[in-house]
């Protein structure tokens, strides 16, 4: 039995793929389009393996909800689109009729963008449930995909048994995930086929052992040159892992014997030249890491001389890509390449004649933009699976509520885009496997990767999308709260009025003591919230609170022992003080040199500018510009009634 709605996946290649893969004859019954019964013909174990497969299909497929509760069920959700990532090889085996059936099951319009996208419209649920199912039917889909051998890598390397028999990479490769395979060697050429999940699979165990590559430098004296290359052609031979060594050169102008390969096959003949350096009595020969592709293991050596902890120093790394790994790493703009350098620290230079990545950084850098790479590529054809083994002290998790990832992710993603801008992280959701029972029932995982204070500040912004969206989702019962930890967050409910007061046109006056006291202060819903250290939290509510007090009234401060603030005095024969520093005046101070700044007491009467901010080159910079506006307002009152020492500065022990 089929239910009629699914009638439409049970067309063209879908039944073809189930009778050959089950070796039986189906049909549906009747009209194709209005049957609600699939008669499947064959051996008894035949027929038994082709109904099991329709029934995975028809497990799949969400409940439908009566006609007359659709608008009832979705009224209060908003409408969304999202896009899934395709590849063209993807592309060329994707049915219509198929994204029709999921469009019908789900309610959502779905629409090939091309040979780049699937794109999914309607409310939030049913654009979720669209996506869950193009995800299913994407993995499942049949394809041919061609895998090139970079041009410096032999192709021997892929085909090549062991002297002691072992499988070669392509048999080791296609046992563990039976993937079909054609090889090509004179066109360097490979071919996977089968279900996209199993090709996926197959080409990144290929892209894992080319990403596993690594050079080696070997230094030496010029008379050692003839003897070590005669070694390498008797030697290396004759190593159990010389099939996956791509190169052993001599460079006579350098004097350096390069090794790259697999790191097991330049250990073992960095070993074999080592014991030779023994029989010469030569002293151990130098060497130094040129390019390390992927998570190299550590030589006995290293292990030897305690260098187990990551390396300070800068070495490169090279990332093989597919052709289309290398466009979605590159970006529009270059812009995706540039935030994973960002986020990482580490450099990435991206060579698209051969779809490689170079990585240039400290060992621990490195190790994160390998992550980052990896979890973008990911991204391409599929939800990203984040486990607790992704985190090395850059992950932050949040749990999103369904009915605000549409909100969350904004139109093409540009609210994610923007935090991920302006906090230097990388975000996006992902199917997360972490401990059960953390209260993430309901919702979807969004992933923010970063340093400590930058997933701090884009997951406070994911916070107050959220609380936008519901309110009360995390202030509810949130009062005046402060944290003594060194690194923590504080609370500070605030009213309607002031929240409006605090946070200023486009969030102006939010950013400025942001700035000022070195905090990261958002506002969710009506609670600030300020995260980072203990004197950046403290800085940041009196900031808030002398603020609030401006609102109503004056406000006077107490500096003795503050080391955040610089005070300007003010002359007692200067005229219309108020004027002098009018809002927009001190505004662009503030803006200029990223600092806090007031008239203390009653502005039009006040002897004394007070300028806050964490940093003091900031401070010393607003008092210069608060002095020259002073000046230029004595200058201004000379050439109206002209000079006399009543109204100069100087005449008023003043001196800036």
């Given amino acids: 039995e089929v239910p009629t709605e699914l009638t439409g996946i049970l067309k063209g290649s879908t039944l073809r793929d189930i009778e050959h893969e089950t070796d039986t004859f189906c049909f549906l019954e009747g009209d194709v389009d209005m049957s609600d ?314 060579h698209e004649h051969n779809n490689t990545v170079e990585i240039i950084g400290n060992d621990i850098e490195r190790r994160k933009a390998r992550k980052y790479v990896e979890l973008v590529r990911a991204q391409r054809v599929g939800p990203v699976n984040v486990d607790e083994t992704h985190d090395d002290g850059d992950l932050t998790m949040i749990a999103v509520p369904h009915n605000c990832v549409g909100f969350v992710t904004g139109s093409q993603g540009n609210f994610l885009r923007t935090c991920e801008e302006e906090w230097g992280t990388l975000m996006f959701f992902c199917d997360y496997q972490g401990p059960p029972g953390d209260g993430a029932a309901g919702s979807e995982r969004l992933a923010i990767f970063g340093g400590r204070a930058g997933r701090t500040g884009a997951e406070l912004k994911v916070m107050a999308a959220i609380e936008t969206k519901l309110p009360g989702f995390f202030t509810h019962d949130v009062g005046d709260r402060c944290c003594h930890e060194e690194w923590g967050q504080d609370t500070l409910p605030l009213g309607n009025e002031e929240l409006s007061f605090a946070l200023g046109k486009d969030g102006s006056t939010r950013k400025k003591l942001a700035r000022a006291s070195g905090c990261i202060l958002e506002y969710v819903g009506n609670v600030a919230y300020m995260a980072g250290t203990l004197g950046a939290r403290r800085r940041a509510r009196d900031y808030l609170g002398w603020l609030m007090k401006q609102r109503t009234g004056t406000v006077y401060v107490d500096v003795d022992g503050r080391t955040d603030v610089t005070a300007v005095d003010i002359p007692d024969g200067l005229e219309a003080v108020a004027s002098v520093f009018k809002s927009m005046t001190l505004r662009g101070i503030e803006q200029e040199t990223r600092t806090f700044c007031f008239l203390e007491g009653n502005a039009s009467k006040s002897d004394r500018l007070l300028i806050f901010g964490q940093d003091k080159a900031g401070r010393e910079k607003a008092k210069a510009i608060a002095v020259d506006r002073i000046q230029q307002k004595f200058k201004s009152m000379e050439d109206v009634r002209g000079p006399s020492d009543h109204g100069h500065p100087q005449g008023h022990g003043w001196g800036g």
């Fill in 37 to 350: 019964r699939l008669l499947i013909f064959g051996s008894n174990k035949g027929r038994k393996q082709a109904e099991k497969k329709v029934r995975e299909l028809i497990r799949v497929r969400p409940r439908q909800p009566p006609p007359d509760d659709v608008s009832e069920r979705y009224k209060s959700e908003n409408v969304v689109r999202t896009e899934v990532r395709i590849s063209p090889v993807v592309a060329g085996v994707i049915e219509p009729e198929r994204l029709l059936a999921i469009q019908h099951s789900c309610g959502a319009k779905v629409t090939q963008q091309g040979s780049e996208s699937i794109l999914i419209q309607g409310y939030e649920q049913q654009v979720s449930l669209a996506k869950r199912q193009m995800h299913e039917y994407i993995y499942n889909l049949r394809v041919e995909e061609e895998f090139m051998v970079p041009k410096d890598v032999p192709f021997h390397i892929f085909i090549a048994k062991g002297v002691d028999g072992r499988s070669s990479v392509m048999e080791e490769v296609r046992n563990q995930t039976r993937v079909r395979v054609k090889v090509l060697p004179h066109d360097k050429k490979i071919i996977l086929a089968g279900l996209f999940s199993v090709v996926a699979n197959a080409k990144r165990e290929l892209q894992t052992f080319l990403a596993s590559f690594v050079t080696r430098h070997v230094h030496l004296e010029r008379s050692q040159i003839e003897k070590v290359s005669m070694l390498g052609k008797q030697s290396f031979p004759k190593m159990n892992n010389f099939r996956h060594l791509c190169a052993a050169q001599i460079n006579k102008d350098q004097c350096t014997l390069t090794l790259s390969g697999t790191p097991e096959a330049v250990e073992e003949a960095r070993t074999v030249v080592d014991d030779f350096f023994q029989q010469q009595g030569w002293h151990e020969p130098g060497f130094e890491v040129y390019a390390l592709k992927h998570a190299m293991k550590s030589s006995a050596r290293q292990h030897e001389e305690g260098a187990g902890a990551p390396s300070s120093k800068k070495a490169a790394e090279i990332l093989q890509l597919s052709e289309n790994d290398s466009a979605f790493i590159l970006g529009r703009g270059g812009k995706t390449k540039q935030k994973i350098a960002r986020v990482s620290g580490a450099q990435l230079e991206l």
